[in-house]
Nanobody, 121 residues
Framework: QVRLVESGGGLVQAGGSLRLSCAAS????????MGWFRQAPGKEREFVAA????????SYADSVKGRFTISRDNAKNTVYLQMNSLKAEDTAVYYC??????????????WGQGTQVTVSS
């Protein structure tokens, strides 16, 4: 059974940092693209960032460029999202994704259950 389990969410003040982790199990994802989406209350789910299996090719939403960094550890089947200079508008449930996709923005086959990130202003 394939599972993506996110961790690292929580409550942080504006300007602070958080690091999200996503551990994959049930399949080897070292050759897949992995990434993050988020969904804020009352809004549609949106792409945040993704990284190819090499760890070199990445893509970011314009809203997070320069503040968020995605990385991965293929030996651990894990992807990370370092979030700096957080803003109130970053408040959302963050979902880990994985799949063998042509477009880094999806669509993805595998989704985690999400982790809440709340930024207080």
């Amino acid at each position: 059974q394939v599972r993506l389990v996110e961790s690292g969410g929580g409550l942080v003040q504006a300007g602070g940092s958080l690091r999200l982790s996503c551990a994959a199990s049930g399949r080897t994802f070292s050759s897949s693209t992995m990434g993050w989406f988020r969904q804020a209350p009352g809004k549609e789910r949106e792409f945040v960032a993704a990284v190819r299996q090499s760890g070199v090719i990445t893509s970011y939403a314009d809203s997070v460029k320069g503040r968020f960094t995605i990385s991965r550890d293929n030996a651990k089947n894990t992807v990370y999202l370092q979030m700096n200079s957080l803003k109130a508008e970053d408040t959302a449930v963050y979902y880990c994704v994985a799949g063998w996709v042509r477009d880094l923005r999806g669509p993805y086959d595998y989704w985690g259950q999400g982790t809440q990130v709340t930024v207080s202003s």
